[in-house]
C-alpha cells in the first residue's frame, strides 16, 4: 500500500491547485464589481444578471463545457481571432481550463460577495460617502473589512469548486498529461483501467482537502459570530 501510494503521480494535483488559485484570484477581482452592483441596485435588470450568473450551479457541465468548446475553438470568431493575432489556442490547454473554470465557478465567488455587502449596515455606507469618500474606498475600506466571513467563505468555496471540476475541464482540455490532466480526470482514468487502488487514494485526498477546506470556512465563521455577540 505504502509503495502505491509513493510511485503514484501527484503532478495532476499540482496542476488542480495552480488552476483552482489562478481561477479564484480573477474571479475575485472580476465578481467584486458585479457583487457590489448586484447588492445596490434596483434595476429590473437584477433577477435577470443574477440568473445568468447563477446558471452554472444548475447547468449540467458537459452543456456549459460544450458551449465554451466551441467559442473557442479554432473555427469560431473568438477562437480565430486569438489564433491569428496573438498565435494562442484558447482549447485544449491550461489557458482554456483556466476560462472555463471561471465560467464554471462564477456563481460561488458572486453569491457570498453579494450576499455579504447585502449585510453591511446602509448607515456605515452612507456615513462613508457623506464623509466624501468614493465607491472604490468605501468598498476596500468599509465594506469588505465587515463581511471578512463572506469573502473567506467566496475565496475557499470557489477554490474547492474548481479543484473538484470534471466534466467542464475535460471537454476543454482534455487529458493532457503535464498541462491538463488535473486531479479529477486523473481519478476517471484510473476507473476507466481498472486501477482501483490508485483511484481509492487519489479519491481519499480530494475528500480529505475539501473536509479540511469546509472544516476551515466554519471554524472561522463561527469565530466571527462569537465575537460580534461579545
Known amino acids: 500500500m505504502i509503495d502505491t501510494i509513493l ?103 458572486v453569491q457570498p460577495l453579494q450576499a455579504g455587502f447585502e449585510s453591511i449596515n446602509k448607515n456605515m455606507l452612507e ?20 463581511m471578512k466571513p463572506a469573502v473567506l467563505t467566496a475565496l475557499i468555496i470557489t477554490f474547492a469548486h474548481t479543484v473538484g471540476e470534471f466534466g467542464v475541464v475535460l471537454m476543454v482540455g482534455g487529458s493532457i498529461p503535464g498541462e491538463t490532466k488535473v486531479a479529477s480526470v486523473a481519478i476517471y482514468e484510473m476507473v476507466e483501467i481498472m486501477d482501483y487502488s490508485s483511484a481509492h487514494i487519489y479519491s481519499a485526498i480530494m475528500i480529505l482537502i475539501s473536509f479540511l477546506v469546509l472544516l476551515g470556512v466554519y471554524i472561522f465563521n463561527n469565530k466571527q459570530k462569537e465575537k460580534f455577540r461579545k
Open 7 to 109: 510511485a503514484l503521480d501527484y503532478e495532476p494535483f499540482l496542476i488542480s491547485f495552480k488552476l483552482a488559485s489562478l481561477t479564484t484570484i480573477i474571479l475575485f477581482l472580476l465578481s467584486l464589481p458585479l457583487a457590489w452592483y448586484l447588492s445596490q441596485t434596483r434595476s429590473k435588470m437584477k433577477p435577470f444578471i443574477e440568473a445568468l450568473t447563477a446558471l452554472p450551479i444548475v447547468l449540467p457541465p458537459s452543456v456549459l463545457g460544450f458551449y465554451i468548446l466551441v467559442v473557442l475553438s479554432a473555427n469560431s470568431p473568438v477562437g480565430s481571432f486569438f489564433e491569428e493575432m496573438f498565435d494562442v489556442k484558447l482549447v485544449f490547454n491550461f489557458t482554456s481550463l483556466v476560462i472555463a473554470s471561471c465560467f464554471y465557478s462564477l456563481p460561488f465567488m
Open 127 to 146: 456615513a462613508s460617502y457623506v464623509a466624501g469618500k468614493s465607491k472604490l474606498t468605501t468598498i476596500f475600506k468599509v465594506a469588505l473589512p465587515n
